[in-house]
């Protein structure tokens, strides 16, 4: 019993001082190394048009040079939509995808697809989140030896 009280004290003490401390700072210290940047409130509100893809495949047309070009590093639009923009600690990697594929041309295929993905949304919030843990992942060894492939902005 008294154990309690001392651990049920403790808890309660622990609680008052660390009020002013910076819940997102910690939360940083916890997760940046898992690739986990936290969200903000309106980032949270448009996650739920990232996901409404019904896989047609309409925005992978006119990617087959790209994905060429790109040594296996991207494998279409609808991949960074369907896979790599759905987990997190993956998002360095998706930024570095998005990277083969022009702002113009995000922009373009939003009004083809039928649920109209917001492709441009999706890319700057994958890149935000990279940017925050670290960035895109470095040019892996069989692209580096590439040409160098232009920046879309
Ligand atoms: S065009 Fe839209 S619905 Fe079709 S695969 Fe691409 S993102 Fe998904």
Redesign the pocket.
């Known amino acids: 019993m008294f154990l309690l009280g001392v651990a049920l004290l403790k808890t309660l003490l622990l609680r008052l001082l660390s009020r002013g401390s910076d819940g997102i700072a910690r939360f940083r210290e916890n997760y940046d190394a898992d690739g986990l940047p936290p969200v903000t409130a309106d980032e949270r509100e448009h996650l739920v048009t990232f996901q409404r893809?019904?896989?047609?495949?309409?925005?992978?047309r006119g990617e087959a040079g790209r994905i060429a070009r790109s040594g296996g590093a991207y494998r279409g639009?609808?991949a960074l939509?369907?896979a790599g923009s759905r987990s997190m600690p993956e998002f360095r990697a998706a930024a570095y995808g998005f990277d083969f594929v022009p702002e113009a041309v995000l922009a373009e295929?939003e009004s083809?697809?039928?649920?109209r993905?917001p492709f441009r949304r999706i890319a700057r919030f994958v890149r935000d989140k990279a940017a925050a843990v670290g960035g895109p992942l470095p040019l892996p060894p069989h692209v580096a030896s590439l040409p160098p492939k232009p920046r879309p902005h």
């Open positions: 893809c019904i896989a047609c495949g309409l925005c992978d639009v609808m939509v369907v295929k083809l697809c039928p649920v993905i």
